[in-house]
């Protein structure tokens, strides 16, 4: 099984940005669709972004189209969340997890890694 973490979150003003990271361990995070999640405080977890293994296709939430790219590097074992414009309403524990397919659905998303906190502050 592969182990994932996440790592770059922090506390970042409106309109700044951040870039995490989901670097994988046991298994080659190429086998994988990844997925990057978010959770807000008092709020269900949703989908943020998702790229297939190979990097060729790519999807997003409709509330970070245009702001947020997903990018990877299977020979450094990392997929990437580019997260730019960033408002108070991107506040959340960002989550990135492996499927073995490519898909929105969260159900399909087996590993996960611990989270990294992103605050957006005004």
């Known amino acids: 099984q592969v182990q994932l973490v996440e790592s770059g979150g922090g506390l970042v003003p409106v309109g700044g940005s951040l870039r995490l990271s989901c670097a994988a361990s046991?298994?080659?995070?190429?086998?994988?669709?990844i997925g990057w999640f978010r959770q807000s405080s008092g709020k269900e977890r949703e989908y943020v972004a998702s790229?297939?293994?190979?990097?060729?296709?790519?999807y997003y939430a409709d509330s970070v189209k245009g702001r947020f790219t997903i990018s990877r590097d299977n020979a450094k074992n990392t997929v990437y969340l580019e997260m730019n414009s960033l408002t108070p309403e991107d506040t959340a524990v960002y989550y990135c997890a492996a499927s073995s397919a490519h898909t929105r659905s969260m159900s399909e998303y087996v590993y996960w890694g611990q989270g990294t906190q992103v605050t957006v502050s005004s």
């Open positions: 790229i297939s293994r190979g990097g060729y296709t790519t």
């Open positions: 046991g298994r080659p995070i190429s086998s994988y669709g």
